[in-house]
């Protein structure tokens, strides 16, 4: 990975309002000392994109546990659609929202 120049922190403490313009705008602000990458300034889009297929994964592992824990067992189908959903396809609430059109009928 080709790292984009690194802000000291002076630097960054100096134009924080220019740095939180452009992480706005979709570009991450590398900072460190020495210019050695410690931290990376993010906006909240970015940051919930890199945490939403953990969350996903997690949501669908404490679904399963729970079936599970009832003693039942998900269908071949059911089980599918749940790694699908923990890949992100399709996202968690259109997911549900299949497997409950589908125990309901």
Avoid: C, N
Avoid at 9 to 28: K, M, Q, S, Y
Wanted: aromatic share 4%.
């Amino acid at each position: 990975m080709v790292v984009p120049e690194v802000l000291s922190v002076w630097e960054f403490r100096a134009g924080l309002a220019a740095t939180i313009a452009r992480v706005a705008e979709g570009a991450p602000a590398f900072v460190g000392a020495h210019r050695k990458p410690e931290v990376v300034v993010m906006s909240v889009e970015q940051y919930e994109a890199l945490v939403r297929p953990a969350h996903q994964r997690e949501a669908v592992a404490e679904a399963l546990a729970s079936v599970r824990a009832e003693g039942l067992e998900p269908s071949l189908d059911a089980l599918e659609l749940l790694e699908k959903i923990a890949a992100g396809q399709p996202d968690e609430a259109e997911g549900i929202e299949r497997l409950r059109a589908r125990y309901q009928q």
